[in-house]
């Protein structure tokens, strides 16, 4: 891992389960999302996603080190993902990413990964 890794400048793990504990906060009551995990706990889903993020930006590789290759399109397949989701979805994210105070830099490629990633799980028409 670099030092001069994303995943480093921008604080490294603390960062990220800042980020993935904001996120699901807004999951949680979210009429359109919470449906969608199964898991009455959703702190399973959220370390997953922490994991695939921290690896994603240059941390460590936990994620694929335990559950293999990503695989995103397949794995939220069984789901289903309209725009709605979608949106609702880069609503949480949007509002975790915010609560960061990152350097506007690091800010922007974030939002600009997650608009892509939701846009690329999109697996319904509206």
Known sequence: MSESSFFS????HATFEKLTHAFYRGVANDPVLRPMYPEEDLEPARLRLQLFLEQYWG???EYSDTRGHPRLRMRHMPFHINAEARERWLVHMTAAIASLGLAPLHEEAMLDYVDRAAHAMTNQPD
């Open 9 to 12: 400048e921008v604080g490294g």
């Open 59 to 61: 941390g460590p590789t």
